[in-house]
């Protein structure tokens, strides 16, 4: 049945008017129920956070805690701040929650393609937080209370990204910043690695591939939406750039410190480590542009003619910022980890 209405959808696409964001997301919403089991995992063959971390109820337990705090003693400060600053990041789920069901233009009743896609991605990246704060608490490198002081704060000051209610601004956002995390989580796996640790590189790993089929889903949502309307999903596009992609953690702060200090101290961290830089977002960038085939549009209105043209030359103008760029030296001193 659904596929049907899908089907039929397929036909109707050149009679959606332009710019009619509702009709768009009509036509999305059967794609989203059907299209959800190739880029969400049944639960029944997912990895939990248990099958990573020491079973208390086993006599190996205090031993696997001993051996887990042995490799965590030697990674770099630079690496736990930012894995730290990722755990956090992935902690603020109820805002991000709370914000995809805020999204317009969408049906929201509770069984309908985007209430449930909202639901499944929820329940996958729930144990991304989990599975890193628990290892975190073993480590006994983390001070907990201000790491858990400063995971309420950020949930209480939520963050201001650009999107507005807008579905393609929302999921032109949701793209890059799967995306980003992907390549965050990928980068620390593998120094991780480097440093000894392979229980933490392993599930670094395993939470970026859930993060790049995220990704895979949400750029999905918007080639769907190209095919319908282009030159509308480029102006958001390029609005979203102008904006800057803010990162979600934006307002992190540590104990007694303003809002916002201590993000920018986490990105200074992914900036020295090569975990995420200026060069990642052009790069970034430069994915979208070559999956939403932006140079190949055809048949856009004069504003997402102008809005192609900003974003086809926009990488080349970021690179040369980013050469300019100095690279953060000083390293702070975290209130989350212990000297
Ligand atoms: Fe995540
Ligand atoms: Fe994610």
Known sequence: ???CIFVA???DMNAINEGSRKEVMTYLEPFMLNEMSEYLKPVEE???PADFLPDAARDSFFQEVKDLQGSARELPYDLV???IGDTLTEEALPTYESWLTMVEDVEKNEQGGWMRWVRAWTAEENRHGDLLNKYLYLSGRVNMREFEYSTQYLIKDGFDIGTGRDPYRNFVYTSFQELATNVSHRRVASLAKKSGDRLLSKMCGVIASDEARHAKAYMSFITHAVKVDASEVLIAFEDMMR???????QFLRESGEPQGEAFSHFSDAAQRLGVYTALDYVDILKDLLKEWQVDSLKDLNDAGEKARDYLMRLPDRLLRIAERMKMPEKTHNFKWIYS
């Open 1 to 3: 049945m659904r596929l």
């Open 9 to 11: 959808n397929m036909q």
């Open 46 to 48: 997912m990895w939990q």
């Open 81 to 83: 701040a930012v894995l």
């Open 243 to 249: 904006k800057k992609i803010v990162m979600p953690a």
